[in-house]
Every structure is written in C-alpha cells, then in structure tokens.
C-alpha cells in the first residue's frame, strides 16, 4: 500500500534533547513537508523540500531542522532551541513541484516535552 | 492578512441535515487550488475535495460538495444528509500557483447530534 508513514506516534523527551521525527513516503511524491499543529489550531507550515537536498523554511522553522538526503525520506529534528516543543506534528507530500495538486498526509506523532 | 478565514469556530448540526461550512480566500493570482480536509480526533488528515480556480462547475464528491464562488473569493464545503462520523475538524486550505506551499485556515469543529 503506498502512503507515508511517521514513526512514533506518541514520543516523550525531556527538556533540553533533541528529537528527531521520521517521515517516509512510497507515493514517488517529489515534495514534502512538516507542518505543526497545536490545540485547537490550525496547520503551520515548519520546512519543505520540493527535490532531494534542498529545503526552504516555512513560516515557524525556527528551532527546527531537516534533512532531504532520499526522495521518501524527510526528517524533523526539533531541536533545544524550540522554545515550545509539545505539539501535534504531521508530515504531509506532494505529487508535483508547481501544480495545484493536494497535499497527503501521515498519521502525525504527538510529541510531549516534559 | 489572513489568507484562509473559516469564521466558523464550532458547529453543531442535527444528523442527515445537511450543513454548509465556511471558507474565504484572499489571492491575487489567477491559478489556485482550494482544499478541504476533514481531521477527526485521531489526528490524520484526510483531503476530502479540490476545487481549481478555472474550474468551471462546483466540485463534487460523494457527500462532499464544493460551492465555489469566484467572484465573492468563497469556496464552502457543504455535507450532504450528516452522519455521527461527519464529526470533525475540517480545514480549509489553498495553493496559490505561484507557490508550492498550501495555506490552511484554523479550522471548524463539526458536531453532530444524534
């Protein structure tokens, strides 16, 4: 079955560490992205990458990293500069680079930072 | 300015009505795409319809329909007869076709009563 898949859904870390979530796809899908989500909000776009290594910030990428090294891969790193971790997190690609094509997402990883 | 208003917060809706949600849009380009997801409160975001700016009849899909006024920059998602599984967040999002980012709005939190 193609799709993307996030590993773990649930994630705890504590203050201070830095976290990587994992996002794959097998959709063949040329971008990608992480969005952040929290209580009662909205998506906020963090990074996104149209094409292997390369990526562009989004709009709150501060305190976040990315690698793009594989076309199915796209992890997030959120690093001890994050100043507000705990949130929703969802990995979302695309088909094309410039096309009005929709977005399909992963199944999200809940991190809490204690 | 927002380009996404859903000036719906929370809805609550009696079941197999049918409900219409709100979505307007702020763009200045020509080609776009307008979205519609539905998140339920497991998280994953499931796309439900894709209306494109030259599209000249209102997108359908099963249940889901999408009444796009171009002129007025409005694109509501209406549900046909409701079902207790309608029960939702559904967001509101856009792809400008200059741009490979979608911009989400903040959502409305569909209820539906029994």
């Known amino acids: 079955d193609g799709g993307i898949t996030q590993s773990p859904k649930y994630l705890f870390r504590k203050e201070g560490q830095n976290v990587t979530l994992s996002c794959e796809q097998n959709?063949?899908?040329?971008?990608m992205y992480w969005y952040r989500q929290d209580p009662g909000q909205g998506l906020r776009l963090i990074y996104y990458?149209?094409?292997?290594?390369?990526?562009q910030k989004g709009d709150i990428a501060e305190g976040y990293s990315v690698s793009r090294e594989k076309k199915e891969s796209f992890p997030l790193t959120v690093t001890s500069a994050q100043k507000n971790p705990t949130a929703f997190y969802l990995c979302?690609?695309?088909?094309?680079?410039?096309?009005?094509?929709?977005?399909?997402f992963g199944p999200g990883t809940r991190l809490t930072v204690l | 300015a927002q380009k996404i208003t859903q000036t719906q917060p929370g809805m609550f809706v009696q079941e197999k009505e049918a409900v219409t949600l709100d979505c307007t849009y702020d763009t200045s380009d020509q080609s776009y795409g307008l979205f519609w997801y539905k998140q339920p409160s497991s998280g994953e975001m499931i796309f439900l319809i894709y209306q494109g700016s030259y599209d000249e009849q209102n997108a359908t899909e099963g249940r889901y329909s999408l009444n796009f006024q171009k002129a007025r920059k409005s694109a509501n998602l209406v549900i046909s007869a409701s079902q207790l599984g309608d029960s939702a967040m559904y967001f509101c999002a856009m792809r400008e076709g200059r741009d490979d980012k979608i911009i989400f709005g903040k959502g409305t939190r569909l209820h539906i009563l029994p």
């Open positions: 990458s149209q094409i292997v290594n390369d990526f």
């Open positions: 959709l063949n899908h040329d971008a």
């Open positions: 979302a690609s695309s088909i094309d680079l410039g096309g009005l094509g929709e977005q399909f």
